[in-house]
């Protein structure tokens, strides 16, 4: 049985300050080791926060394969989206052919599907993916939420295992919960601590990026009942959490990450750079828990 508990970085995918804002493969490289190292539990690559809508089939597949490569026996959960169902079951066809330890998929984008709609959709993944499904519920991306009865229709089935869980509903995550079925990951990265709490199994966070020790040790210091650490250490990451979501995610994550030199500050359009202002929100923000 698959476990997907702890904390797991959702990967910024690294360009280059050139003509056409190439993939940095080495920078890629550097993240995934420095991650490692920090004791996550795992990364997510080709997710929102990595730009995936941004890169090709060529550029996505360059990625992962890259990712794998660094990540060693650190467990790789792939991101799946879209619209086009012809389309992302060829591309499913293509991640069964590597060492996932999951695929992450949220609903139809755009089209904004009917809830019996997306059941079958996803029962159709499930049915054709080698790794397991982690569901991503996360609406105001999407267009449209995955229901409480969705979900618990969805978790019957048996290669579905979790969910990243950006519902915005605590009454959702709580139903999730006690229902034991799916281990619920938070993907809200100020939400992380309330999901331990009520016994969600980790999260899959944009934040964990800078000081990932820090939310590893939140998770741990729960998971041992150590609530007043825990909690000193979520009181703590909030402002940074607050500052690194003040513009679209992930521009002033990869200022952050620019500063410590492990990538360059590069976004690739329709995303710009950070503000001015954020940004040094961000480094004030970031110098005072050094």
């Known amino acids: 049985m698959s476990d ?29 080791e420095h991650y490692r190292a920090a004791g996550v539990a795992g990364v997510v690559a080709l997710g929102s926060t990595g ?3 941004a890169l090709d089939e060529g550029e996505q597949d360059a990625v992962l394969d ?7 026996k650190l467990p790789v959960m792939c991101g799946l989206a879209g619209n086009n169902t012809t389309r992302l079951h060829a591309r499913l066809a293509r991640l069964n052919q590597l060492p996932l330890a999951a695929v992450l998929c949220p609903a139809p984008y755009y089209v904004r599907p009917s809830q019996a709609a997306l059941v079958a959709h996803f029962h159709e993944l499930a049915e054709r993916s080698r790794a397991p499904l982690v569901l991503y519920d996360i609406p105001y991306r999407t267009g449209v939420a995955l229901a409480t009865d969705t979900l618990l229709t969805l978790a019957a089935h048996p290669n579905i295992r979790a969910v990243k869980d950006c ?49 590893v040790a939140m998770q741990r210091a729960v998971a041992a009942e150590r609530l007043a650490e825990a909690r000193a250490l979520h009181h703590a990451l909030v402002p940074l959490i607050e500052a690194l979501f003040a513009e679209p995610n992930p521009c002033i994550i990869k200022a952050m990450l620019a500063r410590q030199a492990l990538l360059e500050d590069v976004l690739r359009p329709p995303l710009l750079r950070a503000g001015d202002e954020a940004l040094a929100r961000a480094a004030r923000v970031l110098a005072a828990l050094f």
Do not use: Y
């Not at 890259?66 to 060693?72: D, H, R, S």
């Not at 799916?182 to 199994?201: N, R, S, W």
């Open 4 to 32: 997907f508990s702890g904390i797991w970085v959702a990967l910024v995918t690294p360009f280059k300050a050139d003509a056409s804002f190439s993939v940095d493969h080495a920078a890629l490289r550097r993240l995934v």
């Open 51 to 53: 730009e995936a809508a």
């Open 66 to 72: 890259c990712v794998l490569a660094a990540a060693g």
């Open 167 to 215: 519902g915005g509903s605590a009454e959702k995550t709580r139903a999730l919960i006690v229902d034991g079925r799916l281990q619920v990951l938070a993907g809200e990265d100020a939400q992380i601590f309330p999901t331990l709490c009520l016994g969600g199994a980790g999260a899959i966070s944009a934040a964990a990026h800078l000081l990932p020790e820090r939310f």
